[in-house]
């Protein structure tokens, strides 16, 4: 794969000593500043754990799962790639070594390999070139993130991979950017280098000279440090940068500009582009730091001690409250506490709910019961996926008076399914029926992706998005079920999106309450910093409406 005519210039990025230092933060700072430079930026998760996606993995190993508009389950990284750049992410985006393997094998079975040995080396490592390729489109730059930590035996493959990438693509097409940790040892009253020094002797050990390190600090390195680690590392002075702790995650483009990270790459990129824009993201940082209000939002799920199980939720919070000018506290409370304590103890400090989606019955009795004593007390409520559902199933037992409504998910057997798996709907993007039962793979009875919703004038929903349709991604199995429909509405309950055909539930509220909405599909997933979404946006302005009430 000899290929120096490429369109696209290609940035690696790898992380060493140990894992969350930020590299997917890293990569998607990189991508606003080439954005801010007036190029086009696409990017690439490799991650070399063995599932072929993270859709079936629990959140408390891998955190939250990422849906694109296409479907597509991948990492969370991928949700930093879209909240900081224009680029739009799908399956092209996100490789996983299961999936690579999955397609050599396949290769081998179909005979394409024409009865020769199958290697790492040369077989897994074109695979993984080709995927690199495949991303790359009319993006004037690709930024491949390699996950997990350069020692890892499961990244081997990877490094390889991009090791041979730059000998095909030339040097002035391909840099390698590694993040590692300088600790400062406050007993020492020093910085120490020496972490870094060994991950970069690690790296270069495997045939890969990085051309810039990022260095993971809480403060600004002094120049002798610098020198120090151009010096042991075999990088240029202005090619070591510091990537210093913020208290707002959209300062770090700014840090990162600062320290001259986006020059060093356009030079070694030999990449003519004009002086960055940065002053949207300078205004962002600013409103973010300088509230003029702040609410106190519970919200109530079962992942609550892992944050990165609620990244994107988190994120779009934050997005909801730069909107109003307000600094949201989040109150995370785990639903199961609930259950075993007073309700009124633990929510009623909170200036509005929120019950996030989930999977499985672990928690449903608590994020009910703060269903309901949002609705009781008038609090504003936003449910989501299983929030919606569990507000419908809520409603249905105590208002209208079906005692034993419930979801087939939790109890297969209820003589009143209010929420059940469809065995039949249709697919607006494939053009055609699709069917499912519980012996369908655990993939196959998902509802995954951008699906169209059409919203009822003058409701909530139409009040916060101001257009007839929609189009919000989804990661579900189970359904509202129509059969109630008319019952709901009867007591009170507004259908407020429905998909085209009038089929699908997309959205629920309650007449008799200052603001309470359930979507079944994942609002979260389409908030940005700079455009927030307007259902999150509406409910930060809803919370703090009650709370000057």
């Known amino acids: 794969m000899k290929r120096r005519n490429l369109k696209t210039k290609f940035i690696f990025v790898t992380g060493g000593v140990l894992s969350s230092l930020g590299k997917g933060l890293a990569s998607a700072a990189i991508g606003a500043l080439m954005e801010s430079r007036g190029l086009t ?37 991928l949700g930093h790639y879209e909240r900081f750049t224009s680029a739009r992410m799908g399956s092209k985006n996100n490789y996983t070594s299961g999936k690579i393997y999955y397609s050599v094998i396949l290769k081998e079975r179909r005979g394409e390999y024409l009865g020769g040995t199958v290697q790492v080396v040369p077989h897994v490592t074109d695979e993984i070139k080709n995927a690199i390729l495949s991303v790359a489109g009319d993006a004037d730059i690709a930024i491949i993130e390699i996950g997990g930590t350069v020692g ?67 403060r600004f390195l002094p120049q002798n440090i610098k020198k120090k680690i151009s010096l042991f590392c075999n990088v240029d002075e202005d090619a070591v940068i510091t990537a210093k702790d913020v208290d707002c995650i959209y ?81 995370y409370i785990e639903a199961e506490d609930l259950e075993e304590g007073s309700t009124q103890e633990l929510l009623h400090d909170v200036n509005g709910i929120l019950v996030p989606g989930g999977f499985g019955s672990r928690g449903i009795q608590g994020k009910m019961m703060a269903i309901q004593y949002a609705r009781e007390n008038k609090i504003p409520f936003f449910g989501i996926c299983l929030g919606m559902q569990l507000a419908v199933i809520e409603f249905t037992r105590h208002v209208v008076g079906i005692e034993g409504a419930d979801s087939t998910e939790f109890n297969s057997n209820t003589t009143d399914p209010i929420i059940y798996l469809m065995k039949e709907w249709y697919d607006f993007r494939t053009g055609r029926v699709e069917k499912r039962d519980e012996t369908t793979e655990k993939g196959g009875t998902m509802r995954l992706g951008a699906y169209p919703c059409k919203l009822q004038k003058g409701t909530l929903a139409y009040q916060a998005y101001k257009k007839d349709e929609i189009f919000e991604r989804h990661r579900h199995r189970y359904e509202f079920n129509n059969a109630y429909r008319e019952q709901l509405i009867r007591h009170g309950m507004t259908i407020s999106g429905l998909s085209p055909d009038g089929e699908l539930v997309e959205i629920v509220e309650l007449k008799d309450h200052p603001w309470f909405l359930g979507c079944q599909f994942h609002p979260e997933f389409k908030s940005r910093p700079m455009e927030p979404h307007p259902l999150f946006r509406e409910f930060i302005k809803a919370a703090l409406n009650n709370k000057t009430s």
């Not at 930026?41 to 799962?65: A, R, S, W």
């Not at 300088?290 to 997005?319: F, R, W």
């Open 251 to 331: 300062e770090v483009p700014l840090v990162f500009h600062r320290e001259g990270l986006d020059n060093k790459i356009i030079e070694l990129l030999n990449i003519w582009t004009r002086e960055p824009q940065l002053k949207a993201w300078e205004e962002l940082v600013y409103k973010i730091k300088h509230p003029q209000d702040e609410v106190t939002i519970g919200i109530v799920g079962k992942y609550a001690n892992l944050k990165d199980s609620y990244k994107s939720l988190h994120e779009a919070l934050m997005h909801g409250g730069i909107a109003n000018n307000a600094k949201v506290n989040l109150k």
């Open 41 to 77: 930026v696409t990017f690439q998760k490799l991650d070399p754990y063995i599932n072929v996606d993270p859709g079936t993995m629990n959140p408390f190993q891998h955190g939250e799962v990422y849906v694109t508009d296409d479907g597509t389950e991948t990492d969370l990284d």
């Open 152 to 218: 890892d035996i499961e990244g081997l493959p990877f490094l390889e991979a991009i090791r041979q990438f730059r000998l095909d693509v030339g040097k002035e097409n391909a840099i390698y950017i590694h993040l590692t940790l300088v600790p400062y040892i406050r007993t020492a009253g020093e910085l120490k280098t020496k972490p870094t020094q060994h991950s970069v002797k690690e790296l270069r050990a495997i045939g890969i000279q990085p051309d810039i390190i990022l260095c993971r600090t809480d």
